[in-house]
C-alpha cells in the first residue's frame, strides 16, 4: 500500500489539476491538505477523507453545464458575426477556421478557443469603429473623465498657500459645472496659476541671493578696510615705538652729565610722554575698531537671519512636497522614502515588518451620486481617522485615488489582523451624511509580510494582490496574503 506521504502528493498534484473550479472547495482544500500533513494515524486520515468526501457531494459539479453552455453561446456569437456584412474577409475567414475546428474536449481547449473567438471578436470591433464617428453621448463621457483626472491633478499639484487657493476654487467650479466642454477654459486656468506661482517663487528666490550678494559684498568690504586701518595703525604704533626708543636713548646719553635730581626729573617726564603716547593710541584704535567690527557684527546677523528665513521658507515647501493637499496625511513621494528606511532597518535588524493596501470601498458611487466634494469629504475623514487610530511606529500616507498604504513594523501578522481590523471596525463606525441620507463607509484592506528574500516591489505586489481577494470576498474584511499562498496561487 502507498505510504502516506505519495498519497499527499498525490493530493497535492489533483488538487492543482482542480483547483479555480469552485471557490468553496478551494477554500477548503488549503485547510484539508494542512490538516492531512498533521494527522498521525490512520483513523484520523481516514476520518478527513471522510469529511472531504462530503464537502464533495454537498457541492453541486457544475463544469459539464458550464462548458456545454459556452459551446453553445460559442456557436451563437460565431453566427451573428457571419451576420455582420462590413466586416473585412480576414475577420470572415478566421469565423470560419472556428466553425470548422474540432469541437473541444478539455478545459485548456475550451479556453482557448474562447479565447481565439475574443480575438475575433477585437479584431471587429476595431474595424467597425474605424466605420463609425463618435457620437456626442460617448465624447461628453470622455470630456466628463478628463475633468475627473484634472480635478485629481490639481490635488497633486504643489504650489503657495495663496496659489493652492486659488486651485481649490478651480476645482470646486469643476466639480459643479454641468458643462463637460468648459474643459479648455478650466485648463488654461490651471496653466495660468501654475505659471503665476513659478514666477512668484522664482521671484522670492532671486530677491534673496541678491540680499544675499549684497550683505556678502558689504561684509567683504568692511572686512578689507577693517585690515586696510590695522595696516595703518599697525606703522603707527611703529612709529610711536620708534619715537619712545628715540626717548630712551636720549635719556640715556643726558644721564651721563645730570645730577640725580636732573635725571629723575627727566625720567619722570619721559614716562608721562610715554604714558600719554600710549594711551592715545589706544584710545584712538578702541574706537576705530569698536566701530567697524559692531558694523559688521549688526551685517552678519542680518545675514545670518535672512538665511534662516529662507531656509525655514525651504524646509516649509520640502514639507509640502511630502504632503498630500487634500487629506493632510504623507502622499506617495513621502511614503516612498519612508519604505526605503524601513526596509533598510528590516534587513538589519531583522524585525518583522507588514505592509497593508487600504481602498474605500465603492468609492465612485459616493462621487457619482453626491458629487466630488462629498468624496473630497470622505477622503479627508477616512485619512484623519486612519491616522489618529494607528501606532506611532507606523506610518500612512495617501498612495493615490481613494487608496492608502500603511507600514506596521515589529509586529506579528497576526497582531497585524487584528490592529487593521480594529481600524476597519472604526471607519466602518463613522456616520456620515450626505443630502439627508445616512451612509455606511466601508473599506477593504489587504495585508502581507516581509521576508529576506523579498524585494519592496514583491511585497507591494502580493499585498495589492490581497486586497483583491478582499474585494473578490464581498468587501469590508481584511485578508493577508503569505509569499507560500501566492506561490500556490501563481502554481
Known sequence: MASSKAITRLLQQLLKRSYRQDKAIDKYQFKFLKKLQSTETVEDENQLFDEYSQQLESTPYTLEDKLSEGKLVARQSQAQLQQINSLSEAVKDKIAEMQDAPEPYTITEHHCALKDLVKIYQHAVIELNKSCTPSEVDTKADISFINDELQLLILELDVGQAFAKKLEKVRIDISNDPDPFQLPQYCLQVINIIIDSTREERRTSRHFLYTLNDSLTQFYLNFAQTLKLSEEDFEKQKETYKTIHQGADQLQANSKNQTLEELQASIS???????????LQEEQQEEKYRTKF????????????????????????NKQLHIDFLTKIPNRAAWSERLKTEVTRYQRYKTPLNLAIIDID????????????????????????????????????????????????????TQTELALNKLRDRIKSIPFQFKQEHLTITISVGFTAFTPSDESDDVFERADTALYQAKRQGRDQVFQLTKNEQKSENQ
Open 362 to 413: 465603492n468609492f465612485k458611487s459616493i462621487n457619482d451620486r453626491f458629487g466630488h466634494l462629498a468624496g473630497d469629504k470622505v477622503l479627508n475623514v477616512i485619512a484623519q481617522t486612519l491616522q489618529k487610530s494607528i501606532r506611532n511606529a507606523d506610518y500612512i500616507a495617501r498612495f493615490g485615488g481613494e487608496e492608502f498604504t500603511l507600514l506596521l513594523p515589529e509586529i506579528s501578522p
Open 294 to 317: 559692531q558694523s559688521m557684527v549688526r551685517q552678519i546677523k542680518e545675514l545670518q537671519n535672512e538665511t534662516q528665513s529662507y531656509q525655514k521658507t525651504l524646509k516649509q515647501q
Open 269 to 279: 617726564d619721559y614716562v608721562t610722554n610715554v604714558k600719554a603716547a600710549m594711551a
